[in-house]
Nanobody, 124 residues
């Protein structure tokens, strides 16, 4: 069993940076791949970034590539560094854990555990 708690969201201006954190509990965390998703009001949840169990493989949505960086320390923390934020990045951000890192890392249905989310609001 893995429990996830996100933090670090807030209200920022366009061009600013934020660092989101996801704290995991559970002895098997280090073997799980992790992902970040986001959901804006009235829109479907969308993939943002994913990282495999040892941090050796990462993937990003095209919309955030070059601006966001996912990392993990395997001390049960996964982070999402978000730079050059845009108003269209406004959403609730969720971290998720997946027992396996597959080619379907971008699908929310691939993940077994989810946090409650943290709100990111970017003003123009």
């Amino acid at each position: 069993q893995v429990q996830l708690v996100e933090s670090g969201g807030g209200l920022v201006q366009a061009g600013d940076s934020l660092r989101l954190s996801c704290a995991a509990s559970g002895r098997t965390f280090s073997s799980y791949s992790m992902g970040w998703f986001r959901q804006a009001p009235g829109k479907e949840r969308e993939f943002v970034a994913a990282i495999n169990w040892n941090g050796g493989s990462t993937n990003y949505a095209d919309s955030v590539k070059g601006r966001f960086t996912i990392s993990r320390d395997n001390a049960k923390n996964t982070e999402l560094q978000m730079n050059s934020l845009k108003p269209e990045d406004t959403a609730k951000y969720y971290c998720a854990a997946n027992k396996y890192y597959t080619a379907s890392y971008y699908l929310s249905s691939s993940y077994d555990y989810w946090g409650q989310g943290t709100q990111v609001t970017v003003s123009s």
